[in-house]
C-alpha cells in the first residue's frame, strides 16, 4: 500500500518587512563543517532530554538515575548551539531524547527552528527538521509539531503485542503508542518505525512488523542492538544479525534495494508487496562510519562525534563562558578534528563490556 498524500497548514511567519532600495546583498554560502577524513556534516541529532518513561532492556537500566535540571542547557542554549550548527551548513536536525516530548517547553524551541526551513533561494538554513520518540505523548502534540515545520518522525517501536510491549519496555502501554501513531496519521506526519531486531524477543514478528507497516503506509527499519552502557542484561543473547533478518524476509517479500537515502545510516529497499520502504542499519555486521555525516549532542551540551567512541567536546562550557558567536563557530572548527573514523562495536563472548559507558538515551541517539 502506497503511503498517504500528506497536507500540511502553512508555518508561522514573521511580521513582512518592506524591501530595501538598491541591489540585494551578496549573501556568503555556509563554510562547512569537515572532518579530517573529508567527511562534510550536514546532520545533527539534539537531545532535548536524558528521561524517559519507559525503561527498554536494550537502551537503559531499569533503576536509571536521570540528571538534576541545572545540569541542562536551557532550550535557549540548546537553539543557540543549533543556530550555529545551521550557520555551519547543517540541513537536518533530529530531536531526541531520552524522550523529547518530556521537555517542558519544547514547542517553543521546536518553532523556533522550524523558522529556519529553507526557502530554495537561501543558502543557509535546514532542509528537515524531525524527532524521534516512543509516542507515548504523541497524542497530545503531534498537530503541534505539524504546524510547526516538522513532517515526519521515527517511532521506536519493537513489538506489536502488548504483553510483550510491557516486558520489552518494563513499563509501557502499546494503546497509547497506537493512539499516538492514529493522531500523527490525522496530522499528515509521515511516521518511520524502528525495530530494534532481538534474538528470542521479536525475531517472531519480523514479517508481521512488515505486513502491519504496510497497512498503515509507514516504512520500517530494523536496527542491531548497539553495546551502549549497562543496562543489565545479555547483550550476546539479544544480538541478531541483521543479514539473518533480511535473508528470512526474503522468503516471503521482494525487496529491491532502493536508491533512498535520509542522510542517516539506514540502507533501504523497496518492498513490491507492501509499496513501502525497509531500510537496514547495520552497525555491527556492515558499518557505514565512511559514510558518515552526522554529530549527536546532548542534552548537557557534549557534542559527541561518533555514537561508538569518546571523543567530544563540552559547548556548554563554551556556551556559558561568555565567548559568543565566535567562540561557539571556533569550538566548532575544533569539534572537527576530533571526529573519529569509525566506532569499534563489537558484541561477542569475549566483549562482554559495552563499547561505552554512556546509555543511549544520554547520548541522544
Known amino acids: 500500500m502506497k503511503a498517504m498524500t500528506r497536507s500540511f497548514p502553512p508555518l508561522p511567519q514573521a511580521a513582512a518587512r518592506p524591501l530595501a532600495e538598491g541591489p540585494r546583498p551578496q549573501v556568503e554560502p555556509p563554510r562547512p563543517l569537515v572532518d579530517a577524513f573529508g567527511r562534510t556534516v550536514t546532520y545533527l541529532r539534539l537531545s532535548v532530554t536524558d528521561r524517559c518513561d519507559l525503561r527498554c532492556a536494550y537502551c537503559m537500566a531499569e533503576d536509571m538515575v536521570f540528571l538534576p535540571k541545572r545540569d541542562l542547557l536551557s532550550l535557549e542554549e540548546l537553539e543557540t548551539v543549533a543556530l550555529a550548527f545551521i550557520r555551519r551548513g547543517v540541513r537536518k536536525i533530529r530531536i531526541t531524547g531520552g524522550e523529547p516530548l518530556h521537555r517542558r517547553g519544547l514547542m517553543g524551541l521546536i518553532e523556533n527552528l522550524g523558522r529556519t526551513l529553507r526557502p530554495a533561494e ?12 516512543n509516542a507515548t505523548r504523541l497524542a497530545e502534540v503531534a498537530g503541534d509539531l505539524a504546524a510547526r515545520g516538522v513532517r ?15 516486558a ?43 505486513a502491519w507497516c504496510g497497512t498503515r503506509g509507514y516504512d520500517l527499519t530494523f536496527i542491531e542492538t548497539m553495546p551502549l552502557g549497562d543496562t543489565g542484561t545479555d547483550r550476546i543473547d539479544q544480538y541478531l544479525p541483521l543479514t539473518e533478518v533480511q535473508a528470512r524476509l526474503k522468503r516471503h517479500w521482494t525487496l529491491s534495494e532502493s536508491a533512498h537515502r535520509t542522510g542517516g545510516p539506514a540502507r533501504y529497499w523497496d518492498c513490491r508487496e507492501t509499496g513501502t520502504r525497509l531500510g537496514f542499519i547495520t552497525p555491527l555486521t556492515h558499518n557505514f562510519c565512511e559514510g558518515c555525516n ?41 569539534a572537527m578534528t576530533k571526529k573519529p573514523k569509525g566506532h569499534d562495536f563489537i558484541i561477542d563472548r569475549t566483549s562482554r563490556a559495552p563499547a561505552v559507558s554512556r546509555h543511549m538515551s544520554t547520548t541522544g541517539g
Open 294 to 334: 552526522r554529530v549527536r549532542l546532548t542534552c548537557t551540551g557534549m557534542l559527541y562525534l561518533c555514537l561508538g567512541q569518546d571523543d567530544s567536546l563540552d559547548l556548554r562550557a563554551v556556551l556559558r563562558d561568555g565567548g559568543g558567536a565566535a567562540a561557539l563557530d571556533e569550538a566548532l572548527d575544533r
Open 168 to 210: 520489552i519496555t518494563r513499563r509501557g502501554d502499546l494503546d497509547r503508542v497506537m493512539a499516538g501513531l492514529a493522531a500523527a496519521d490525522r496530522a499528515g506526519l509521515a511516521v518511520k518505525i524502528n525495530t530494534v531486531a532481538l534474538r528470542g524477543v521479536n525475531e517472531d514478528e519480523i514479517d508481521a512488523l512488515l
Open 122 to 133: 537561501r543558502e543557509c538554513g535546514l532542509d528537515e527538521l524531525t524527532l524521534t520518540t
Open 152 to 166: 515526519r518522525i521515527n517511532v521506536s517501536l519493537d513489538t506489536l503485542r502488548p504483553e510483550r510491549f510491557r
